[in-house]
């Protein structure tokens, strides 16, 4: 649901997102309608006529799609937050409210956000519901989003308008956060707490490269190497283009007596393999792109490619590690083998018997396919504008060491 600014600070109006092509569906079904039952009640002038019974059916048809265009073109729902009488009303219509539900919320204590991986068969989707949530009352959903920074926008502001504290736990840490406080910086919040910075010893080992002018730090974190975008473009291709060369091989040195001329239509056909191959190419080479981060009191910038992120640091509300670090889910073993920790692993169960054992052979595949993981540990940066990680694929005593310099040049 979007928010719909009424101008009164104590009244939170949502209303339900129309798409634009819905409307204008809508407005297509309700004028195929209208003429439908036009022409069924003899109100077009034509020479043709129709029977009976046909003439019944084309007047109920386009009655009915006449209904449904005016659902299309104007129904809707919404909700609206009292903050002064506590209350939730519900409504839904079609251009105006048609049908309203009052729900008091005085049972309720506290707003939740969180994320929820919903998983399916072949993919799964990523949700941050928005909850309220009391001792004494069951959870009540006002909306789920599928961007985090709309659910944080929206939460703020039943937060604010009902004036109750806030619970964000969408970045793998629980924040809890007054009404008053919600939009302080993390500056504001440091200072105002007493906290500091305290930077560990620099590893022995970085794959990043770091830079330190004055109070501005500059960190260059790689990429995949060249050979490894190349192994993977090769075993991509051949996965994807491999049947499609094997039909166009089938289809031109086949002996089923067709010229080279009728063919033709088949080989394009086979050609089509190539989109998939170019949407899954165009989509690794935006993967795992070196990341330039320039962070000091004034902003945070991360160049990703093309893509640059910017937040202020007035701006700056979160920066957690955030993810799972792989090294405790993949112990290595004195053999050179891995086990997996099942007790670490999302939906696992490990009471059903030993962990999984990986051999040494595989071991070093099995980690480096591991870094590749979307939930790996990176450093998490938010403001109400903006959210954005980087720096997975890192070790977990380099990821807290940059961590450290970059709030530190941030806040310290």
């Known amino acids: 649901m979007k928010i719909v600014h009424s101008g009164d600070p104590g009244v939170l ?6 798409v634009g092509c819905v409307i204008v569906a809508g407005l297509i079904l309700m004028a195929g309608g209208v003429l439908s039952v036009a022409f069924a009640l003899g109100r077009i002038p034509v020479e043709a006529s129709l029977e009976p019974e046909l003439k019944n059916i084309v007047l109920a048809g386009g009655t009915l799609i006449t209904l449904l265009g005016l659902v ?12 002064r009488s506590r209350s939730l009303m519900t409504w839904r219509g079609l251009v105006v409210p048609m049908s309203r539900k009052l729900l008091p919320l005085n049972g309720y204590s506290w707003i939740v956000l969180t994320k929820e991986i919903h998983r399916s068969k072949n993919s799964s989707t990523t949700l941050y519901p928005v909850r309220l949530e009391g001792d004494s009352e069951p959870a009540l959903t006002i909306d789920t989003a599928s961007d985090v920074l709309e659910a944080r926008r ?11 504290p806030m619970t964000d736990s969408t970045s793998g840490q629980t924040v809890i956060r007054d009404p008053d406080l919600l939009d302080e910086s993390l500056r504001s919040r440091m200072d105002r707490l007493g906290e500091t910075i305290e930077v560990p010893p620099r590893p022995t080992t970085m794959r990043s490269h770091i830079e330190v002018d004055g109070s501005s730090v500059r960190i260059e ?6 050979k490894t975008r190349l192994i993977i473009n090769l075993v991509v291709t051949a996965v994807v283009l491999g ?3 094997v039909f166009s091989g089938a289809v031109v040195f086949g002996d089923d007596g067709a010229s080279m001329t009728e063919k033709i239509p088949l080989l394009i056909f086979g050609g089509f393999f190539l989109i998939p191959l ?6 690794i080479r935006k993967f795992k792109r070196p990341v330039t981060v320039t962070a000091n009191r004034v902003a945070l910038t991360i160049i990703d ?12 509300e979160e920066l957690w590690i955030s993810g799972r670090d792989i090294n405790q889910v993949l112990k290595t073993q004195p053999d050179g083998s891995l086990i997996i920790d099942g007790a670490r692993v999302e939906g696992s169960d490990p009471t059903t018997g030993p962990p999984p054992k990986i051999p040494p052979a595989l071991a070093g595949v099995v980690r480096t396919m591991s870094t590749f993981a979307p939930e790996n540990l990176s450093i998490l940066a938010r403001s109400d504008n903006a959210s954005i990680n ?16 970059i709030m530190k040049a941030m806040v310290g």
């Open 13 to 18: 109006n949502l209303r339900s997102d129309v």
């Open 278 to 283: 170019l949407v899954i190419l165009g989509k």
């Open 154 to 164: 929206l939460s703020e502001a039943i937060a604010k308008v009902l004036r109750l």
């Open 221 to 226: 974190i790689p990429g995949l190497s060249a």
């Open 390 to 405: 980087f720096g997975s694929g890192l070790d977990s005593e380099e990821i807290t060491y940059l961590y450290s310099v």
């Open 243 to 245: 049947p499609g060369l």
């Open 72 to 83: 299309f073109f104007g129904g809707r729902s919404g909700k609206i937050i009292d903050g």
């Open 305 to 316: 490619g093309r893509k640059i992120t910017e937040i202020p640091g007035d701006e700056l």
